[in-house]
């Protein structure tokens, strides 16, 4: 596996970063927030903002912006895994098309979505600094870590609806086979071209392809051979 798609999963596994932007009031000082994000198909990210907050009037000041995340499994800080997005923050035009999805994942934030002070941000990476464990450290082009349009992007809401009216129990069995977690409720949130995400009961958890999935059929292959090692 690269280094762009090491990075990329990492990214879509977590579900909040440290979003940096350039202080308007303070003369371009560093100003870091949390930030929830959702990693969209091609691997930008999507954050859902407030006019009234710091961060977005540093965005529309100066678009310049970074958010990292990193893994919180190990307590040694120096070997976690991280990524660090380097890029530009721009509000997206098609806020319904991003409210779709995002509150698939953060249906807590429908109440914010209602209101007019929240708006959809789109940070368009320039380039990831990907830090995988000790000595793996990598710097990533966007041109390699940007996926470029794929069938399964429109083929998306039709395959989530199609695992979660039909395929409960296999999900429930990915669960316990790849998570060793054993869950009641299973939901398919979203899939894309690295994997996807399962709320099982109250938790988010990521399966990752072995390889990408680039149309339904693909990804119909790939669940199903995730069905058959899950036995």
Known sequence: MNNAREARQMLRAHRYGALCTLSKKF???????IAPYLVDHDGSLIIL??????????ILHDPRVSLITHNQDSPNIQTQ??????????????????????????PEAQSYFDT???????????????????????WVEADSYLVPPYSLIQQENGAVS?????????????????HKIKVQQVEMLGIDCDGFDVRADEKILRF????????????????????????
């Open 116 to 138: 007019h002070d929240f708006s959809f941000y789109r940070i368009m990476p320039q380039t990831i600094r990907y830090i995988g464990g000790f000595g793996k450290i990598h």
């Open 162 to 178: 199609h695992m979660n009216a039909d395929h409960l129990s296999a999900m429930r069995r990915y669960c316990q086979h790849f």
């Open 208 to 231: 990752d392809f072995p390889d990408m999935v680039l149309d339904a059929q693909q990804a119909r292959q790939a669940l199903v051979a995730m069905s058959r090692e899950a036995g």
């Open 27 to 33: 003369d371009g000082h560093p100003f870091g927030s």
């Open 49 to 58: 903002i407030s006019t009234l907050a710091e961060h977005t009037k540093n």
């Open 81 to 106: 895994g991280r990524v660090t997005v380097v890029g530009t923050a721009k509000i997206m035009t098609d806020q319904d098309a991003a409210g779709t999805r995002y509150l698939r994942y953060f």
